[in-house]
């Protein structure tokens, strides 16, 4: 039944909003929860595509420390045993990552970690003695010219689209080096793909939620607003202000969903191009999340993009000059009654999937007690 006035009003319904809306509502609170698009899931959404569940809008594999998030998504759909391990390719060569004994045994054929360690630090240590003004300058000092152009300069040059003279040092202060041969990329003791995919988990937890789809908050919020004893808001933070300081910078994504007539195209879930003329980051192969044997396979091609308004924003883009223009539009949010920014882009913040499980439990917490 389709109440007058709610006691929140969602917007979006990617993890943040759905798990806030399954932590009120559990306390007998009524939700209506509003997306842009015509499915729920946000990012996370999957559409099955030859008996495979696609991640229609990039990788996305569940990692944490926190055995409480773990707990919790855990209550509304199993996880399997997944184990992310990306490859990088580098014209015909391919390396492990993260950085381990395998990727400097590619490199270098070394097969100790003294012999690694030695091999670093000459590189390294030619830039020792420099203050570090930008990305390129960091990632030299922390890991030497090989590491360095060969996994590391081109991908993230596509990846944000500029120099990495022009990217400041901070994005990277640390690059990690794992002198044993394990290529598991997270350190995070639970880990794992929802087992049917996340469509699952985002179905259960917004299984008594009203629900609105294909309708833009922005496009009519003073009615929204009014629809609901307080708001709750995952979409981007300069937004909702109607951009009134000026535009934040995002980075966007194109993807290139292809069905191939094998049913094993790369032998891995992730493989990345570190190569700055190859104008794609990665191929995914989603069958190899889930352990697939089925007959075909699907591959994404995930290319980056400059963001405008007209593309969707995927990542905020953190410099210096974002981050003094991002804190603006925090102190304006700070004024708002009844208003609760949360998730990726409405903190104008990367976060993992565990963090935006968390946040939204903590945020839902504070609003309950609030009231």
Known sequence: MKLDKYDYLIVGSGLFGSVFAHQVISQGKTCLVIEKRPQVGGNVYCEKIEGINVQTYGAHIFHTFDIEVWNYVNQFVRFNRYTNSPLASYEDELYNLPFNMNTFHQLWNVKTPEEARQKIDKQRNKYSQIQPLNLEEQALQLVGEDIYEKLIKGYTEKQWGCSAKEIPSFIIKRIPLRFTYDNNYFNDPFQGIPIGGYNILVNRLLERAEILLNTDFLDNKNYFENKATAVVYSGMLDAYFDYCFGNLEY???RFETTV??????????????????????????????????????VVTK????????????????????NEQLADKYRELAQQQKNVIFGGRLANYKYYDMDRVVRLALDTAKQALEKK
Do not use: C, M
Not at 270 to 291: G, L, M, Q, S
Not at 303 to 311: A, D, I, Y
């Open 251 to 253: 980075r966007s994504l």
């Open 260 to 297: 191939l007539d094998t049913d094993n195209f790369q032998g891995n879930a992730v493989v990345n191009y570190t190569k700055a003329d190859v104008p794609y980051t990665r191929i995914i192969e989603h069958k190899h999340f889930e352990f697939g044997t089925q007959e075909k396979t």
């Open 302 to 321: 995930e290319f980056p993009l400059e963001w405008n308004k007209n593309l969707e924003a995927y990542y905020p883009f953190n410099n210096k000059k």
